[in-house]
């Protein structure tokens, strides 16, 4: 059996030595391992991929006693189990189009557990992959309501992480810090900046020569979570708004994808107001 | 003799056929040409090489007299002729030493008048190039003087444009009013952008996962003149503050080198509050 | 009406004089206009944007008649009208899904007459999207009659052009002669580049750190014909042969569509044994 | 004191644990540790920085020791301590500027020992930086003889590595083999590749679309030693040879400069054809 097991606690003397130590005791083997130590946190991290002729059950038990000393966060996952997703879209399509495109050519390793939107325009192309659409109306009156249905489902489907595929609402500050790390999120993002509407046709106007997109985890402040990917594009003065829109759906589906795999493979680790990406 | 024409008027029908028609007239040849016509402000830019047997002072006499009747600005320069270029510089290196080495390549095509510094940190660097190097003390008292100091300079040698390659005073909205258009600035540039000291820090604490650097205008309303040239590089949690700002030294140069690079072959217009860059 | 006419003749003075002339004539308005003199086989080519209240028939009658002495290749399309393509595949389905997602999205102004295979794989994702699938056996003893259905569908759909999507046969000269100019594949390419089998096997082996795709059109002489487009992705050590072929396909499906994209919208002029891209 | 260890062995279980066990034992702590597992030719690479209050010799010794079960090729340096470079160049200055450039920013973490060349055109440039410049004069009679003299410098300075920064001779094979894995080359690089001379003038007839360079390292067989960094840059046709041969300068020099960092770091490892770069 392969497993992944992810370690995160305050830095000090011995840590890899310990795992190393436990590893041995399991039996296991260790063909990957990553690790990095954040000064400004004084917090260390590590990656460890192990293969074993031990049960995961076996392993977690033996290495979550012999590592207890360090007060770690710890998590194990077999590399045969992949994780679940809940995905939110609103109307627009282009970043879920790539989740499941991702899928279909077995370069996502995440479970679809269905896809929940504040609109019916996405229902047919959802359904005719053979996933769950499930449409929860939200307004002003029913949010708290609308969001106990979401909590609801994520109990009942085991849903690890949740991807904002271009989900147009604002989740709730206590919503958001229940899922605080498991809720990933995509924005458009500019140099510089732009606040209020119609980015894009504020960059337009600004003649930004680069755009971009930011991936990150959604934190009770909008917009500020952790940033997980980023990317950009060259853009020119012949790009017109819609151009520029265009663009931004391209960069918007690939950081979203890049953010998402990560996630899948326990690649990120939140250190402080930032990430750690192996 | 080869000579550059730009033109930015009013977009109307018939300029393209009356430039055509004029440069016959000169007996002149067409050898590259760009246009676009910006729909925001309704202004048709174009810059057109022409080649011919005549003199700049005949083909200028022409051509403007033909298109008078579009009321357009004109720009004309001989391939032959190189702009002049004053840069400012406070104590940082690395965007003039980008700029010394391409002109030494020969793939700079300007004349550097000489480099001006609030400090002699550079003079060394600076005169072992063969270039005037001069010291001109600026502060809260005598801004005024300063900037006296320098208009007689740009006056005297005939300076056709000024390079900000990481001076790190304001100029005073009436100097960059009666420069508008002639001075380029670099600066940093982030997703998201950061306000207050050491961007860089906070980038780091934030964790981008890319920064950038923007060469631009400068205008009477500071790091937002119109934008001429942007770029980035990715980064990891990884790099310290210091391999940030080390690499924000390498981008800064890039970039700004690229826009005077630009401006020094008049390829860059002023439509509105962005730029056309051909 | 709004229509786009490309012209490609021998450079010679008064080219741009001609074609503003004569769309002055029919009361047309220039609206976009791109030119480049390739010095190396002395061509001129122009790609033109024209608004007019004439039909297309008409203006393609006047310019064809005033430009003649000129002995033009000229297309002209109205922007209301999309080229037909025809997409030929095998068993893969990246470069497909791609264009197909463009098109759903209204991004790919391209209208898919139909999606041929020499094998039935591709069938279900086809047709689920309402498109006509057929099958074409071939093999070694068929091929010329393979060709010549080929060419019959080519004919009765008025197809303008195929994109070979991931197409796995080789097409015989004379097929690619009759259509030349006509075709656009996508490969693999490599710094150094590589002969042989399993290309990214190779690559591995040899720990490249960038792997690229090249859009080109298809000559007689396979994998040489003029470049459309080109792309690349960074890579390391810790890139699998299987990750390798994953980040080929994103790149690929992505350097295809900009290709297809570019011929699309009349954008691509072949000179020599190069092209000029607007 | 810091230091950074770099082992390579075969793979085999309690390295790792091995390693930690010794540098506990160094009253050590791991501040940094990467690494991998090459399953092609199953080997294991590990490069960890290390500070300890013990001297370099006493950690070196323990360590040693503690390791020679594993049989491997262990490398030690303290961080205080750089490397030395000599840099060997022909008559272009553009590799070696960027060089100079980065050391003089603190950005190269190398000592240059000298610079040596078959021209003398270089010798101003390298010497009003305060280098020694050694002209070696090498024709087809005087191989050996210029190579010994070159053995005979490296030897007395202590030479830890040589960079051909556009250095345009062949080493000899016996050259090569005794520094194997100690000089790194920069070369041009296109898609697809081209033989013979210059190829900057064929990547334009073929109209590529990126151009690229590699710095590898140097084996008896030219251009294709282990590849230790890549980039492209992407360009048009509107580039003549002479911007294609520019932008490859751009391009060579970054990339050249960006493989002696990694090497004057300790980031590199030689595994079969390829190589390991953390």
């Known amino acids: ?112 557990v269905g896809v929940i939107s504040n609109h019916e325009v996405l229902r047919p192309l959802v359904e005719s992959h053979g996933l769950l659409f499930t449409y929860i109306d939200v307004n002003t009156q029913n949010k708290d309501a609308a969001e106990a249905q979401l909590l609801s489902i994520i109990d009942k489907e085991h849903v690890d992480f949740i991807v904002l595929a271009r989900y147009m609402q604002i989740l709730s500050e206590n919503f958001c810090e229940q899922l605080q790390g498991r809720i990933i999120n995509i924005h458009h993002s500019f140099l510089p900046g732009f606040k209020g509407a119609k980015p894009y046709h504020q960059a337009h106007e600004r003649g930004v020569k680069v755009i971009g997109a930011t991936a990150h985890f959604v934190t009770p402040h909008l917009d500020e979570g952790p940033i997980i990917a980023q990317d950009v594009a060259h853009v020119t003065h012949a790009a017109t708004p819609e151009d520029l829109i265009a663009i931004g759906r391209d960069i918007e589906r690939r950081v979203l994808s890049q953010a998402v795999k990560y996630f899948a493979e326990d690649r990120i680790f939140i250190v402080g107001a930032r990430t750690v990406v192996f």
Chains 1, 2, 3, 4 share one sequence.
């Open 1 to 112: 059996m392969d497993f992944i097991v992810t370690l995160q606690c305050k830095d000090q003397p011995g840590i890899v030595h310990a795992m190393t130590t436990v590893v041995l005791a399991c039996e296991g083997n260790i063909t990957q391992n990553q690790q990095f130590t954040d000064h400004d946190t004084n917090t260390f991290v590590m990656r460890t991929h192990v293969e074993t002729t031990q049960t995961l059950n076996q392993a977690r038990a033996t290495i979550s006693s012999a590592l207890a000393h360090l007060n770690p966060s710890l998590t194990f996952r077999s590399t045969d189990v992949r994780k679940r997703a809940l995905i939110m879209v609103t109307k627009e399509s282009h970043c879920l189009r790539e989740l499941l495109y991702l899928q279909e050519l077995d370069e996502m390793p995440i479970d679809i």
